[in-house]
């Protein structure tokens, strides 16, 4: 378990957060749930309903569509925050592989946090365009290389 000093450090750490004032950092700190999970367990399925995200304060998670790894994330990282906006179902699963800790926000606790502060939004709208252009890199690199297995040609795609 974390303390409140530890709370708000790692809280204010998370890149979506950066343009909160203190008071309002120490208020949504102190109000996260902390859960703990282990080693395999499963902490969103790909498909579900989710309205929370999460933010590892301990251990890695392993982000994954099926067998397909998608990422690493470690602590002060953050994952889940698709759902929070538009309330579809989880587009990948997250699996603890080492014993895990997350504080975890909802999408009521990151709506008044948007009203406070709407730069919270263009930050993780930032994020998400990042994560998507690292995905769409790693997709174009793995049709390459599935190209030069076959004996195809390589082309450059822009």
């Known amino acids: 378990m974390l303390n409140s000093f530890e709370r708000l450090l790692l809280v204010r750490g998370v890149p979506i957060f950066k343009e909160l004032r203190d008071d309002f950092l120490v208020r949504l700190a102190s109000i996260m749930e902390e859960r703990s999970y282990g080693v395999r367990e499963t902490i969103l399925v790909e498909g579900q309903e989710g309205r929370s ?56 606790q990151l709506y008044e946090a948007v009203d406070e502060t709407p730069g919270i939004a263009l930050n993780l709208i930032k994020i998400l365009s990042g994560r998507v252009r690292e995905m769409n890199k790693d997709i174009k690199a793995r049709d390459q290389e599935i190209r030069l297995l076959k004996g195809e040609p390589i082309t450059q795609i822009h």
Not at 68 to 83: A, C, I, N, Q, V
Not at 85 to 98: C, G, H, K, L, N
């Open 53 to 108: 995200m999460y933010v590892i304060c301990k251990g890695v998670v392993r982000v994954h569509n099926g067998s397909r790894e998608l990422t690493l994330y470690k602590r002060g990282d953050f994952f889940g925050e698709m759902s929070l906006f538009d309330s579809e179902p989880r587009s990948a699963s997250v699996t603890a592989i080492e014993p895990c800790e997350c504080l975890v926000l909802t999408q009521q």
